[in-house]
């Protein structure tokens, strides 16, 4: 069982359009990030979050933490092809040494 | 790049068969982490290691072992494999262990496992 659940699982836009992944769980996190995956790589992480609340901009990439540090959300602007790929959200704790990685949203942008 | 390395990037065995992973960290980085990511499983994390030590441990079977050695290079061992051990296993580092849930990790390409 997924401690991050990730919706929609898949995600297939046009060139242009706007979408919104979400991360989400019962449990509280410390912090949460946003990694992205492309095939044959590892993750790179792209943010953050720390405060419930908190919302970070990365160009046309806004990532939101929820107040109650439960959920988070990514929104892309205008997503381009080079947006495609894996995103994968994952949440720390006060306690212990790992992340709990989401169950992942595929995004493909069509030219 | 990230600067992390995994080496073999493919790996195919046979069932019962016994293989062994390396992973190299980014030059100062002391903690380890590994990675299993199945297409029904998604990324779990297995196990980390900081300079050298035991540090934390997820969803690692008995089967699957680990160690990081003082030249910070770290190997994972999977032995007794079964066909669901397929899978990509990352290898990622950051410099330090993770406080408050907050660490920047660096992951590797990785190694893809197939287990005939």
């Known amino acids: 069982t997924q401690l991050l659940e990730q919706s929609p699982q898949f995600l297939s836009i046009q060139e242009g359009e706007n979408l919104t992944v979400y991360c989400n769980s019962s449990?509280?996190?410390?912090?949460l990030q946003w990694y992205r995956q492309e095939p044959g790589e590892g993750p790179v992480l792209l943010v953050t979050v720390v405060t419930g609340g908190e919302v970070k901009k990365l160009k046309r990439l806004t990532f939101q933490f929820g107040d109650a540090r439960k959920d988070s959300s990514l929104h892309i602007t205008a997503a381009q092809p080079g947006d495609t790929g894996l995103y994968l959200c994952a949440g720390g704790r006060d306690t212990g040494n790992q992340f709990y990685f989401g169950t992942g949203t595929s995004l493909t942008v069509i030219p | 790049d990230s600067g992390v390395t995994q080496t073999p990037k493919h790996l195919i065995t046979a069932t019962g068969q016994r293989v062994t992973l390396r992973c190299s960290p980014r030059s100062g980085d002391l903690s380890v982490y590994w990675y299993q990511q199945s297409l029904d499983q998604g990324l779990q994390f297995l196990i980390q290691?900081?300079?050298?030590?035991?540090?934390a441990k997820g969803n690692i079977l008995e089967r699957f072992s680990a160690q990081q050695f003082p030249d910070l290079h770290s190997e994972l061992n999977l032995s007794s494999l079964e066909l669901g051990d397929s899978a990509l296993y990352f290898c990622?580092?950051?410099?330090?262990?993770?406080?408050?849930?907050?660490?920047?990790?660096?992951f590797g390409p990785g190694t893809r496992l197939t287990v005939l």
């Open positions: 449990s509280v996190f410390s912090s």
């Open positions: 290691y900081y300079n050298g030590e035991e540090r």
């Open positions: 990622a580092s950051s410099v330090g262990t993770l406080i408050r849930g907050i660490n920047e990790q660096f």
